[in-house]
């Protein structure tokens, strides 16, 4: 229901903006760059702040019977591991397969904060994305929010 309010709030707003006697394409040009450069350095700088952890070297690596994901490195330093990375900074379906995922190499988890800022970013860039001058999904975005949010409340259960 948030979603949909934010939805039809913004969609009022874009067409006081945006009428069809006077479209304003820069304007509208301007607005896609300036979400598209918001996202990317939240995500960089994001995952800069979220920190490292060290993998444990003596953590079992599984059998062959069960998948055993594997944490994306980032910008850490050779046997460390970042969880806000793996979840931005990968393809979308790698990160929803980390996020399904129960066991990774070297004993690695997600800790809560990454998994709520990663769900607040994909619903708030979703939404704001709404009617905007680019084509884009809502699917994965909406089952990626999901997951995240799906993980968060499982590892608190």
Avoid: W
Wanted: hydrophobic share 50%; with cysteine.
């Amino acid at each position: 229901a948030v979603f949909c309010h934010g939805c039809l709030m913004l969609g009022r707003a874009r067409a006081r903006v945006f009428t069809k006697t006077n479209p304003r394409p820069r304007l509208r040009i301007f607005e896609v760059l300036l979400m598209a450069t918001i996202i990317l350095l939240t995500c960089a700088l994001g995952t800069l702040m979220g920190g490292c952890k060290p993998l444990d070297s003596s953590a079992e690596a599984g059998s062959g019977k069960v998948y055993t994901g594997e944490m994306v490195q980032a910008h850490c330093p050779d046997g460390e591991y970042s969880d806000l990375g793996t979840l931005v900074l990968q393809p979308r379906h790698g990160a929803i397969k980390a996020l399904f995922t129960q066991r990774f190499v070297g004993g690695a988890t997600f800790d809560p904060f990454p998994l709520a800022f990663t769900y607040m970013l994909v619903f708030a860039a979703t939404l704001f994305s709404m009617g905007m001058a680019m084509p884009f999904g809502i699917f994965v975005p909406h089952i990626f929010a999901g997951a995240c949010l799906g993980r968060l409340v499982g590892q608190i259960v």
